[in-house]
């Protein structure tokens, strides 16, 4: 079975110098758990951090009609609880032993300390979810370069029809809703506008965007043209 | 022009409490640029979080034929700067007023002493940094759920034949680096295999993988069925 090993090892403490890890040694408790044990449920505190060490964990709602639905299977490395505890809220799903596991615990508490200690702790954490952050932002980008922009001149090309509005078009929602149905993020679609714009496919003011090349959004919107 | 207004309307500091965001406001300072203005180098100690106020910043590197390679163009409420100054290192690149802009300006000593004083501020914004993550994870799950299964089983393909290794393939890279590889990243990877596992396309044990179905793998990279 694989294993996650150090604290040094898991990807959430990669920045962390030995002092910090050592406090975190001081405060780190492995639990083990059997093949289908309950490790917490939903609406319990969020009154720690774990990271699954062996083994595997299953993070999984019931439905109101009784249904399981599971989230996530997270294996040797992986956080989890961690919104939850970070935040101070109530976990939001259960997490269950998905094989016979051990999981490193870091009570809330414990952990605030040693962020009192040493708040550059914090600061290596953040550090290293910035940087992810940015990488899948990227790959984000990369992924819907592809067909967002089709999606969008559809999109526009709805709206010119449905309103009767001609060539000028009014977005009525807010760029993350409209980022979240075209199936991208915010800033993917702040530079697909950008791009049309350029083009002179569109001509953006705000949240009023003037359909310059209606020809032009239904070649991309049909795939017969890629945005460059 | 666009505005990001109050300290609460920064997605960074979206979950912090009134008496956090007080503190923030006590070491906050207001910096003003005009358009083509440099704010700092590559290099430059990061000293500090910025965050655009108004107007629009430019984020590069110069080349070592010396050309500009524009990384990002952030407007209001866009943080940047904040890896380097979370991790204590220099930046990686140059920033400059893309237009004229006003940024919000946090030095790194100050952050620290507000953390020092009140360790669940930096916890707040780890929350919304893990809560983006996941919610960034999905989404890359769901953009690359449509093509990676199948140049995955072209790789597979191909390893199978280059090595002359019959069913029998060895994957001699990272999960990390495969999940790059393909255009994603390492959970999307894990849940990919374990489809194909469950779809008796192939039988995984640990890094060696055993083709059993070659002609399902050969309908999949060419796009001919889809991975359900």
């Known amino acids: ?18 002092e910090q890890l050592q406090d975190l040694a ?3 408790k492995k639990q083990n758990f059997t093949r289908g044990q309950r490790i917490f449920t939903e609406g319990d505190e969020g009154n720690g951090l774990y990271v699954v060490d062996l083994g595997q964990v299953k993070i999984f709602k019931i439905s109101p009609a009784g249904k399981e639905q599971i989230l996530h299977i997270f294996g040797p490395g ?6 939850a505890m970070f935040a101070g809220e109530s976990f939001p799903a259960s997490a269950e032993a998905f094989t016979d596991c051990q999981v490193l615990f870091f009570s809330r508490h414990g952990f605030l ?9 914090a600061f290596n954490m953040l550090a290293v979810l910035s940087r992810r952050l940015r990488k899948f932002a990227a790959l984000i980008e990369d992924l819907s370069l592809k067909e967002v922009p089709g ?11 449905k309103d009767g509005a001609g060539d000028k078009v009014k977005l009525e929602v807010s760029k993350g809703h409209l980022a979240a149905l075209l199936g991208t993020i915010p800033e993917t679609l702040s530079r697909i506008l950008a791009k049309m714009n350029r083009q002179g496919l569109i001509e953006v003011n705000g949240s009023t965007i003037l359909l310059l090349d209606p020809d032009g ?12």
């Open 1 to 18: 079975m694989d294993r996650c090993g150090r604290l040094e090892d898991i990807p959430l403490f990669e920045d962390l110098e030995s």
């Open 26 to 28: 001081q405060i780190l």
């Open 78 to 83: 992986n956080p989890f609880g961690e919104i």
């Open 113 to 121: 300390e040693c962020v009192r200690k040493d708040p550059s702790l």
């Open 151 to 161: 999606r969008l001149a559809a999109h526009l090309l709805y709206l010119s029809e």
């Open 217 to 228: 959004l239904e070649d991309l919107a049909e795939g017969e043209v890629k945005l460059t």
